[in-house]
């Protein structure tokens, strides 16, 4: 689940480093959320196969 974690912060701080206005640029439109969106994935899959477990 850390790494889900570390995923979705990644996402956001490669958002934040866009240097375009409003974060209008690839890094802020296209990389960041995917990373995002993959750190998402990521938790729920781990979560799901944790409950699975148990």
Request: no cysteine.
């Amino acid at each position: 689940m850390l790494i889900g974690l570390g995923l979705i912060v990644l996402g956001f701080i490669i958002i934040g480093l866009d240097g375009q206005p409003h974060g209008n640029g690839v890094l802020g439109l296209t990389i960041g959320p995917i990373i995002v969106l993959s750190g998402f994935i990521f938790e729920f899959y781990a979560i799901f196969a944790k409950s699975e477990k148990s």
